[in-house]
């Protein structure tokens, strides 16, 4: 077969592979569609390890699965997608390792910025969520940037989490609302020190909202499902916080062999559970 034939029959396939995908998603959405999935990207290595693959290349085939299940998402009409990139922790991973994620992502952030990428053919606004100060400088810079090119798009939203963990989170959260109230308790003695008029209503107790408004995650509602892949059923410290009322899927798969019907799978079980999810989010 010729090569002009070849591309003929490849378009063919992939348009008609989509199609079918399409009709899944339609019938998919008679019922209610996850608002927000949460991804816990698990097993790169091993999956490097299981095809005798250099390290970096299990990170590689990582980053290709999360731009297909990004689309499928975004194609599905789930608004919000959040992905664990990085921890707080796996900055103690080899300082080659380190550098090689912190190089690749630098590279992915650089292509999002392109106007032929998934972000922009999507309408998808990215932030990247977590303790920005501790990624390597050309990285903080271009998620800075790439936070900026997009934060015109509203169609979807991608938060990514790096130099991320939910304790560092919380932590964050309680110590700058201790410091906004700290603020409104001297701004208020000096009204009334200057004054001398009516005592203000200073309360100094820290409310659940007052926490709630500094959490790095207060862009997004909380997770509807949360999917980690290579059979492990730990939360290693991502989203304690938002995800109590959350779906846990743990497909066996490595995260680099995710794809379209881990998710379906992952919606389904979420709209045979919905019921009894919406009432738990409902108790106060
Ligand atoms: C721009 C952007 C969003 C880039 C993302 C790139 C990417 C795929 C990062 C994953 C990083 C990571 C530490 C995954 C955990 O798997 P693991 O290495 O711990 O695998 P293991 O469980 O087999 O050891």
Redesign the pocket.
């Known amino acids: 077969m010729d090569g002009k034939r070849k591309t003929i029959l490849f378009k063919l396939f992939g348009s008609s592979v989509s199609f079918m995908r399409r009709c899944l998603f339609s019938v998919l959405s008679v019922g209610p569609v996850p608002n927000h999935l949460a991804f816990?990207?698990?097993?790169?290595?091993?999956?490097?390890?299981k095809w005798n693959l250099g390290e970096g290349m299990?990170?590689?085939a990582?980053?290709l699965?999360?731009m297909s299940l990004m689309k499928y998402c975004y194609e599905l009409g789930v608004k919000y997608v959040s992905?664990?990139?990085?921890?707080i922790d796996?900055f103690r991973?080899r300082p080659e390792e380190v550098q090689y994620?912190m190089d690749?992502?630098l590279e992915?952030?650089e292509g999002?910025l392109k106007e032929e990428s998934l972000v922009n053919q999507y309408g998808v606004r990215v932030y990247f969520i977590g303790n920005l100060k501790l990624l390597h400088e050309p990285v903080r810079l271009a998620a800075e940037k790439a936070m900026k090119a997009t934060s015109n798009n509203n169609n979807s939203i991608l938060l990514?989490c790096?130099a991320y963990t939910s304790t560092d989170e919380i932590v964050h959260a309680a110590q700058q609302s201790c410091e906004d109230k700290w603020a409104a308790i001297q701004s208020s003695v000096n009204i009334k020190d200057s004054q001398d008029g009516e005592e203000k209503d200073t309360n100094d107790v820290i409310k659940l909202s007052d926490i709630e408004s500094h959490m790095y995650m207060r862009v997004a509602p909380d997770p509807d499902i949360l999917v980690r892949t290579?059979g492990?059923t730990r939360l290693s410290n991502f989203l304690l916080w938002q995800t109590s009322n959350s779906l846990l899927y743990s497909p066996k798969a490595?995260?680099p062999e995710i794809g379209l019907r881990h998710l379906v799978w992952a919606v389904l079980n979420f709209q045979r559970a919905h019921p009894y999810l919406e009432k738990r989010r409902k108790q106060p």
């Open positions: 816990i990207l698990d097993g790169n290595r091993r999956y490097a390890k299990g990170y590689r990582g980053f699965s999360l992905i664990y990139a990085f921890s796996n991973r994620v690749l992502m992915k952030i999002m990514i790096v290579s492990e490595l995260w």
